[in-house]
């Protein structure tokens, strides 16, 4: 991994098309230009909370690369004194925006999940793996719920009936 960040860094990366992502209630927009710098998979607990999920994926941007083009005043922010890291999230809506670390001041860590379309880097890396959570779903085969259309599920391998009613 630290191999092909080197690499990465050693060649000269082309400015392409801006990539633009938003928050749940659209008060807060930003865009990168991309590619990416790139983008992994943090399973350490203080994302798990900070984003409620199983884990988070990340796009990291150089700084001079990302801008917020609407609603910067209405980012509220987070410092983490103990990891010494700052989370910014959207004060209406809640939505996770920016995550920055001490040790890259030049990096912006923008949620994947917030990006429309493509940011030039696929998700490789994994942070903190040995935090993945049992829960977590990591692509079992699911087969539709019997009398629940829209659910699917992993059929457990327990003779034992489960009583679906009053789930959804
Ligand atoms: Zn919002």
Redesign the pocket.
């Known amino acids: 991994m630290i191999g092909s960040l080197a690499k990465a860094k050693q060649k000269a990366v082309a400015i392409g098309k801006p990539a633009s992502g938003q928050?749940?209630?659209?008060?807060?927009c930003f865009e990168i230009d991309t590619p990416a710098r790139w983008a992994w998979h943090d399973h350490s607990p203080a994302s798990r909370r900070a984003h409620g999920a199983a884990y988070a994926t990340y796009v990291g941007s150089w700084r001079k690369r990302f801008r917020i083009t609407k609603?910067e005043a209405?980012i509220a922010r987070f410092e983490d004194k103990t990891t010494k890291t700052v989370r910014r999230f959207?004060a209406?809506?809640?939505?996770p925006l920016f995550y920055e670390r001490a040790r890259s001041p030049h990096m912006v860590n923008i949620p994947r999940a917030l990006f429309a379309g493509r940011t030039g880097r696929q998700p490789l890396y994994h942070i903190a793996i040995e935090e993945l959570q049992e829960w977590a779903y990591t692509g079992e085969p699911l087969v539709p719920l019997k009398g629940f259309p829209g659910v699917v599920w992993q059929r457990t391998k327990r003779k034992k009936r489960i009583d679906h009613d009053g789930m959804f």
Do not use: Y
């Open positions: 928050c749940l209630c659209g008060r807060v609603g209405g959207c209406h809506c809640g939505t």
